[in-house]
T-cell receptor, first 112, second 110 residues
């Protein structure tokens, strides 16, 4: 069953702790993306990666970090520097060119 | 700066009524526009894209470059159309980033 898998579905952390969200895809897609979804603000791009070992900052990268060591994996770390980390995080991927994004089911992170 | 605006947070209609979800954009180049939909408890998925000029689930959207709009329309709404709808613009060249609007929740009542 091909697709994008985000885990876990719900994540709870204490303030000041770093936390890593997993995103794995078996679609053989080159490009992968992390978005943050907040009520009333839609989806905002955090980081994206076109190929392995390459990634670029999106519009709200501060307080986040990523790695792309394997084509199928694009983990997102929410660091303690992120001032408002509680949100719903969506991972997406696509093939090269003008193809649509395929989204995962998302991870809801709550930091208290 | 590139921007996608969806002015309505919520659109509430009765079954069988026409629906128009508004989307305006600002972009200096030649835009490529999309509508994505998120049904309850499902993942975000592509509904349609302007270059395809297709009708999906009865929805259509026409790119109006003069008005910089890409409104989503359906002549007769169904209850199963209730969902969150996002308009998105792809920047041409470079990394092909997708820029999303804030989204409009469509509620279709029986």
């Amino acid at each position: 069953d091909g697709g994008i898998t985000q885990s876990p579905k719900y994540l709870f952390r204490k303030e000041g702790q770093n936390v890593t969200l997993s995103c794995e895809q078996n679609l053989n897609h080159d490009a992968m993306y992390w978005y943050r979804q907040d009520p009333g603000q839609g989806l905002r791009l955090i980081y994206y990666s076109q190929i392995v070992n390459d990634f670029q900052k999106g519009d709200i990268a501060e307080g986040y970090s990523v790695s792309r060591e394997k084509k199928e994996s694009f983990p997102l770390t929410v660091t303690s520097a992120q001032k408002n980390p509680t949100a719903f995080y969506l991972c997406a991927s696509k093939v090269e060119g003008n193809s649509p994004l395929h989204f995962g089911n998302g991870t809801r992170l709550t930091v208290t | 700066a590139q921007r996608v605006t969806q002015p309505e947070k919520l659109l509430s209609v009765f079954k069988g009524a026409p629906v128009e979800l508004k989307c305006n954009y600002s972009y200096s180049g030649s835009p490529e526009l999309f509508w994505y939909v998120q049904y309850s408890r499902q993942r975000l998925q592509l509904l349609l894209r302007h270059i395809s000029r297709e009708s999906i689930k009865g929805f259509t959207a026409d790119l109006n470059k003069g008005e910089t709009s890409f409104h989503l329309k359906k002549p007769f709404a169904q209850e199963e159309d209730s969902a969150m709808y996002y308009c998105a613009l792809r920047e041409s060249g470079g990394y092909n980033k997708l820029i999303f609007g804030a989204g409009t929740r469509l509620a279709v009542h029986p």
